[in-house]
C-alpha cells in the first residue's frame, strides 16, 4: 500500500482550499445570508477570505518545511473546528458540516 507523505497532502489541502476560496467568493449561496444563518460574526467576514488566501500560499510554500506546514495545518485544525461548530450551533445537521470536518481531518493528518 503506497503511503501518501505530508507534503502531498498539503498541496491537496492547499488545492482544496483554493476551490473553497473561489467557491465562497464566486457563489451566492455562500454570501451573507448564508454567513448570518450561521451565526458568523460580521466583524469576521472581511478576514475569511484573507485567512483562506494565506494558507494556501502557506501550505504551498511550506510543504517542504516539516515545522512551518504544521503550523499552517494546526491553525486550520482550528479553523474548520469552529466552522464545524458554527454548522452544529445553527442547527444545521451533520451533513453540512461534514466537508469542514473533513477539511480539519485532512489537516490534522499533516501536523
Sequence with gaps: M????K???ALLLAGLQAADLVVAQLSPRFGD?????LGVPRSLRPALPAIK???VASLTLARNRPRARSVTAAGLVGYYAAAVMFHRLSGDPATHAAPAAALGLLAAAIV
Design 53 to 55: 488566501l494565506a494558507a
Design 33 to 37: 445570508a448564508h454567513l448570518d444563518h
Design 2 to 5: 503506497p503511503v501518501i507523505r
Design 7 to 9: 507534503p502531498s497532502l
